[in-house]
């Protein structure tokens, strides 16, 4: 039996990438769309500029950081499948070979040798390919990761950490846009930050005290740079 709150059934190891990839790419949202609706309303009052570039910014970064997904993740599937191609020609042309290796996996795993060799025979029986790729590649066949999901999931993420900002800056009256944003921004990112914490086992306070340190300084230095650009041109 498994421990409380401890799952070893499915993909665990892949639905915690997926979630700490969604939990980056809604930060990435925040700090990119606050930054720039932030050093936009450096340079003017106006809420339909404002209002036009936050919706830019929203949709060219959701668009790109599912596209880089997909590219990355599209790139890792096909060096994926060539490698479990290999095994499979080598399982099919040198089983022997391929047992030993196993075997010798097992063996230095610290398994005695002829427990090594019960091992990988049954597992060699039983799936091959599945016992073979996992041991030697660290790869699971039935498990790869699909391109589109991953593009999906970024974009979703990354659409709604934009629009946090973006409705935090455009909603209230102009002496309160600021302050409101600002608010917003440093909640989200101090929510993020204690979620990817938490996922990767990091201590809360310093990665929270991080993630709003650079969305601070992020804000800061457009709303520095608009303010100086608003004055000269």
Not at 147 to 160: E, I, K, N, R, W
Not at 163 to 186: E, F, G, H, K, N
Request: proline share 4%; charged share 15%; net charge neutral.
């Amino acid at each position: 039996m498994s421990h409380p709150g401890e799952p070893h059934g499915g993909d665990v190891g892949g639905r915690l990438n997926r979630l700490r990839a969604g939990v980056l790419g809604a930060n990435d949202g925040i700090v990119s769309v606050a930054g720039l609706v932030v050093g936009v309303a450096g340079a003017t009052s106006s809420r339909t500029a404002i209002l036009v570039a936050g919706v830019a910014g929203l949709v060219s970064g959701a668009f790109s950081m599912a596209g880089g997904e997909y590219v990355s993740v599209a790139t890792q599937r096909d060096t994926e499948r060539a490698l479990l191609d290999r095994e499979r020609r080598e399982l099919a042309e040198m089983p022997e070979a391929e047992l030993d290796e196993l075997t010798e996996i097992y063996r230095a795993k610290g398994l005695s040798p002829d427990l090594a060799r019960r091992v990988a025979q049954e597992l060699t029986a039983h799936d091959g390919l599945g016992a073979h790729a996992e041991a030697e590649l660290g790869i699971d066949p039935a498990a790869l990761t699909s391109p589109g999901q991953a593009a999906g999931a970024s974009f979703l993420a990354f659409v709604l950490g934009a629009a946090l900002p973006l409705v935090a800056i455009t909603v209230p009256a102009a002496p309160w846009r600021l302050a409101a944003c600002a608010v917003a921004v440093v909640t989200a990112l101090a929510l993020t930050g204690a979620v990817a914490a938490r996922l990767g086992g990091a201590r809360v306070s310093r990665a929270v005290a991080r993630n709003v340190g650079l969305g601070v300084v992020a804000m800061t230095v457009t709303y520095a740079i608009g303010r100086l650009v608003g004055t000269q041109v």
